[in-house]
């Protein structure tokens, strides 16, 4: 893929004034934005304010060197910063190693040959934005395997290895998990009198809805299977799942969609809920089973309703009726 210079941000660091003028002059020529910087300190400084897309550092540096500029930029950045030139009048072979262990990705030698860096920079520009590219597509084919394609919410494959992994982080952290299954009342006459487009519809208006009314970013709405969502809440006792039951079941009431076959002549929900407190001889099956079974008694109450469950650390429960809402 051909560089195109603008736009393209590059960060020198030079304690040298005289140098980093015509690196800058240089540079600006062929079309790139610099940002410079007199020394290391002021290098960490506008990294963080300008990310650029390639980083020129002087190798000897007064207070902190290159060498160090790279390993705190590794660092800021995570391990994954932009691609970092040394410029160096050090051409040993231990110097050069150093370099590159610590994260360079080339280096050009004092006196600079303008040709060779400038075909360097363009070259390790243009490899980092096609990684930057490779990343964000890479990232996108892996949520489209985590994702509804029909709802837009999580998929049956990331409920299960979500639950999983909250299971385990509330165990490590002694706080309790909760999880509703909401399921669509009559949604099978819904079908049958509507038709499945406009099914498909009621399930992706009911899924937004569902998204719309958790307000935490570790709280999961998944796409259960059929006309069934499921919603984990880490960190939450029964009390607060029960509030957020109950503002679910009044949203998807609030949407007046128009059920004909309903006793209530609009789209509803029943929710089961259940809640525990994760403990490692217990399985996150057990909470499911819970959250299912509040589920079907909240059918079984008159549906547009839900019923809540406490799971006992063992995977029991307390005795029926001690503990439903």
């Known amino acids: 893929m051909p560089i195109q210079p603008e736009g393209a941000v590059i960060l ?35 990294y963080v304010l300008h990310w650029p897309d390639l980083v020129l550092l002087d190798a000897l540096m007064p207070g902190m060197d290159g060498f160090e500029v790279c390993r705190r930029l590794q660092a800021i950045a995570q391990g994954n910063p932009a691609p970092m030139l040394m410029i160096t009048g050090l051409e040993d072979e231990k110097s050069v190693d150093q370099a590159f262990a610590i ?12 040709a060779v860096l400038r075909q360097r920079v363009r070259r390790l520009i243009s490899q980092h934005r096609l990684e930057i590219q490779l990343r964000e597509a890479n990232y996108q084919l892996q949520q489209q395997t985590l994702i509804d394609s029909l709802t837009q919410v999580a998929n049956r494959r990331r409920f299960d290895e979500y639950l999983l992994q909250e299971w385990g982080r509330c165990v490590r952290d002694q706080v309790p998990l909760s999880l509703l299954i909401c399921d669509i009342d009559h949604f099978k006459h819904y079908n049958d009198h509507y038709g499945h487009p406009a099914g498909d519809r009621c399930l992706q208006q009911v899924a937004t809805t569902l998204k719309q009314g958790i307000h935490r970013p570790a709280d999961l709405v998944a796409r259960y299977g059929g006309e069934e969502f499921a919603v984990i809440l880490p960190n939450t006792p029964l009390e607060g799942a029960t509030v957020v039951g ?42 499911v089973l819970s959250a299912d079974q509040g589920l079907y008694q909240a059918k079984a109450q008159g549906r547009n309703q839900y019923q809540a469950i406490c799971v006992l650390p063992n995977g029991t429960q307390p ?3 001690a503990v439903m809402f």
């Open 103 to 114: 994260g360079m990705a080339d280096y050009v030698t004092k006196p600079i040959h303008w």
């Open 319 to 321: 005795p029926f009726g």
């Open 246 to 287: 109950d503002r679910l079941v009044q949203s998807v009431q609030n949407l007046s969609l128009p059920h004909a076959m309903a006793p209530t002549t609009a789209v509803t929900i029943s929710c089961g809920i259940a809640s525990v407190q994760p403990s490692a001889n217990g399985l996150p099956s057990d909470l």
């Open 12 to 46: 020198v660091a030079e304690d040298d004034p005289f140098m980093l003028r015509l690196l800058g002059q240089y540079l600006g020529q062929e079309g790139y934005q610099v940002i410079e910087a007199p020394n290391g300190k002021a290098a960490l400084d506008l």
